[in-house]
Structures are given as C-alpha cells and as structure tokens.
C-alpha cells in the first residue's frame, strides 16, 4: 500500500502554498455546476438547461458548435442544438474543464503548454470510455465519476504552473532538456511536492466527493489499495495511454494494464489504437478552445 502523504494533510505542501500562493476557492455556483454534471447521467435536454444559467459556457459551447471542428451545415444559435451538435460527452467535459480552470493563470510559466494540456484532458476521458466496456468487474462503477476524475487527473500540473511558476518552470526544463524522465520526479526536486500531491489538495480543498480526490492524488501510484482503488486504476491507465499517445516511436512501446481490470493484450491494443487516432483530432479540439 502507497503510504506517502497525498492530501491537505500533508504539511510540507500546506506551507509551501502559503509561503507562494494558497489554493483558489471555487463558487457555490461552480461547485454546483460541477457536482451535478459529475454525478448520475444525464440527457442532452437536462444538461442544456442546467448549463444554461452560465452564460461564459453557453457561449463557447455555442463558438464550438460553429466552429470548424464541428462543421455545422447550419449555424447554430442555442444552447440546446449547441450540446446535441457536441454531444452529452464533450459537454460535460467542457463544461467541467472550463469550470475548474477558471480560477488558474499559467502565464507565468512560460513552458506550461495549454494546449497540451486540453488535448491530454479531453484524451482522458475518450481513454476511460473505451476502457470501461472491457472490465471484467464493473458491478457499482460510477462511469459519471470516472469521467470527470480522468478529466481533471492533471489539474494539479495547472495549478503548479499559476501558484508555483518558477518552480514549474524549472521542472518543465529538467524534462526537456533530460535531467528528469518524468515531469513528479522533476516536480519534486524543483518544489518538494508534484502534481499528484497538489491535485489532491485542490480536491479536498474544494470538497470534491470520492472517489475524485483519490484520483487526482494517486493515479500515478504504483500500487494503490485505498478507496476507489478501480477508478483510480482506469485513470492511471488511461494515463499512460495518453501520455504514449504523444510520443512518436508509441507503437514499439507496450503498456501493461493493472490485473484489476481484466485487460487482455487484444482489448488493450485495440483501445490504444483508438485512443491514438484521436490525438490529431482533440489538438485540433483544443486550439479551438482556448
């Protein structure tokens, strides 16, 4: 069992936000938004009236729907024909995604890449869609919740970008330039926490519900057996299945898939191939975005 501290009881990372910059407060509104439409599914009708009492989102979901990503054959002018044109998924996942990064400014670090970041979020969520169907146990599984815990996984990486920008920063060139293989080994030389560690303090912080927080804080351990220890499988894996997908030699690369899940090498290869083929389209996603 994983026994480093993960969450806002952890000391060390409560006083190094107060020495740089403390975790931003999401609105009761925000919260709301964010609570419902992680929670039991919803249609397209209920999702479009839910988000229509926030107009910055009814308007970029309306820009998106118009966009050349979508390619309307008409133009688009509410919100609900906006949400059908997008779908249930995207909307959700956009919603959700513009809602949490809302209180987050990266400019200050120069190397924090927002595109990358959407594209990976958004790939995300396509990666856990294509997992679920092939669990060989998904009896009381929450696929709401998996979604937005595998959207928001690397929220932690924003937020360092904003309240910690210098130290990100350096971080994001030990990588490139090959000190560090991994941007938490990095993290935590240049600042003594990682994203990990920080999502899950946003989690708590913001009174997000299980199994959130256990994601965004451990989905990159090796071997987690707390709670929601499925869904933090799913998003670990379809981590690692993303983050291959970036990489221009991910076909000689093998991933392995915890024995939780039940993934054969077929099943696995097959996702890995879909999830692949959509990295040139949710880059295309993404520009449109921000």
Request: with cysteine; net charge negative; hydrophobic share 40%.
């Amino acid at each position: 069992m994983n026994t480093r501290k993960k969450d806002c009881d952890n000391s060390d990372l409560k006083g190094l936000m107060a020495a740089n910059s403390p975790l931003p407060v999401l609105s009761k509104k925000n919260l709301d938004l964010l609570r419902s439409l992680s929670g039991q599914e919803k249609g397209i009708e209920d999702i479009s009236r839910i988000i229509e009492h926030y107009p910055s989102i009814v308007a970029r979901l309306i820009y998106l729907a118009n966009s050349a990503w979508s390619a309307p054959s008409a133009p688009i002018s509410n919100t609900l024909d906006a949400c059908t044109r997008l779908g249930v998924n995207t909307v959700k996942s956009v919603s959700i995604g513009l809602v949490v990064s809302s209180p987050f400014n990266p400019s200050q670090c120069p190397s924090f890449d927002i595109l990358r970041y959407w594209a990976s979020a958004l790939l995300m969520v396509e990666a856990v869609d294509q997992l679920i169907p092939c669990l060989k146990e998904s009896k009381g599984l929450d696929s709401a919740a998996v979604r937005t815990a595998a959207l928001l996984s690397n929220l932690g990486v924003l937020c360092m970008a904003d309240r910690l920008p210098y130290q990100a920063q350096a971080a994001f060139e030990m990588v490139e330039s090959g000190v560090f293989s991994t941007l938490l080994d990095a993290q935590k030389k240049c600042s003594g926490t990682d994203y990990c560690e920080v999502g899950g303090c946003i989690a708590e912080t913001w009174g997000l519900p299980s199994p959130l927080p256990e994601c965004m804080a451990h989905h990159r351990d090796v071997d987690y057996r707390g709670t929601g220890s499925l869904t933090v499988s799913l998003v670990k894996s379809a981590h690692a299945i993303v983050s291959n997908g970036f990489l221009q030699d991910r076909c000689e690369t093998t991933l392995d898939y915890p024995a939780e899940l039940g993934i054969g090498p077929r099943d696995g290869k097959r996702i890995e191939t879909q999830v692949y083929s959509r990295v040139p389209r949710m880059q295309e996603f993404a520009k449109e975005l921000v």
